[in-house]
């Protein structure tokens, strides 16, 4: 059977040596000429000198040219010609200026894109080495301090005096211009990260754009998340409380700096990032780089191939990244203490997208969680809302939105999430009332 590594010819001719340069683009391969599609021999006719005569027709049509092994076997009484190539080191290997790849069982005419991206990775150029037609002032030289006082905290990196010496030796900068990773990580670039909060796929609560400096752009999301997921508090036997997040802290940070180090900046397209009740969803630009598949990131001993290599050098340094191509096995150790969420890795489109959800859909009460009022758990954003109308019950939404530095229709959501849990409720009317909050161990009727 025909496979992502073995293709089946009745006869020599151009398909056969495009399977070959298809093989050696990928992972490698064998051609077996004298072969029916569905794999019985039926033989095919060699002479002294034909094996040598299709070797050099191969090595002609293919740019860097291909040398394939060769040799004859009989099966069934029938003559059949194996010719195999292994992956080449310098790719991509053209047909007659054409390039193609293998998937599954059948070969694929490549992109431009997918030609560039396989030809650096090849030569192990990242994209992100590349410089940046940008005088030195576009470079925010206050991030780039705070980036180097993380360095030096960290202590993987001994750094000089000179900004600018400091920068070259990291390959940030080159010949006095920045790299395009300098660009990302402490200038105004023109990337963005959009996360939602979600109600349901067409309901949205909250949102936030950030286009931030990529040094400063993980925290920035980091904090739009916490304040939309649960936090609780647990207990390990003294009187000190411990957190429990909704979902693990860890793992979110690895999923926030892997959309950003490894996402494909040739596209235009945005990162963005889901919160739902009971998921989180992460897609950025660009599928898995290198030969990497879907299902080697689910294991121990997957090797990964780097994008972005001066982008993931850089949050090294900074202790942000511990080790290189292990960022999944880091989740997965993560999400060992959270049974109740599951993880998922995937593909669609030019996008790749993690998620993270919980079963069943609604979160255990964690005891004691951060705010209890009638047993219920609190978000953040509740808890600060709940806090407002307990200082001040006169507040409307629009005072209790300045206060915490968010939207109004947010608070709106949030206050109508706390009377439909029976913790607040509204006497008098909208303009003259006042907030009330239900006494403990009682419930107040949302519709009463």
Known sequence: MESISIEYKRSFGKEAIISLVAFANS?????????????????????????????????????????????????????????????IPIKPVSFKNRYYKRVHNSNHLMTLEEIVSLQQESLSVSFDSHPVNL??????????????????????????????ANLTKLKLFRDGQPSFAALLLFGDHDYFIRIGRFKSESTIIDDLVIKSPLF???????????????????????????ERWQYPMEAIRELLLNTIVHRDYKSTSDVVIKVFDDRIIFSNPGRIYGNLKVEDLLRDDYLSSIRNRLLAEAFYLTGDIERYGTGFIRIREALETYPEIGFDVSEAGDYFLVSLKITPPITPPITPPIIVHNALLLTVLEQKVLECVIDDPKLTSAGIAARIGVGS?????????????????????????IWRVAESGSRHDPNG
Request: charged share 30%; with cysteine.
């Open 27 to 87: 992972s490698g391969g064998r051609v077996v000429i004298g072969i029916n599609d569905d794999g019985t021999p039926c033989g095919v006719e060699i002479a002294p000198e034909t094996v040598q005569r299709y070797i050099n027709e191969i090595k002609v049509a293919t740019y860097p040219q291909l040398l394939p092994k060769a040799h004859v076997e009989t099966l069934n009484g029938k003559k059949v010609l194996f010719f195999e190539v292994s992956e």
């Open 216 to 242: 400063m752009a993980v925290d920035e999301a980091m904090n739009f998340i916490k304040r939309h997921i649960n936090l609780g508090y647990t207990f390990d036997g003294s009187r000190e409380r411990i």
């Open 409 to 433: 229709d947010t608070v709106k959501e949030y206050i109508s999430r706390l009377k439909q849990k029976g913790i607040i409720y509204r006497e008098g009317s909208s303009r003259a009332g």
């Open 135 to 164: 005088q030195a002032a576009k470079i925010n030289m206050d991030i780039v301090e705070r980036f180097f006082l993380h360095v030096n905290n960290r202590g993987r990196f001994k750094l000089k005096e000179d900004p600018l």
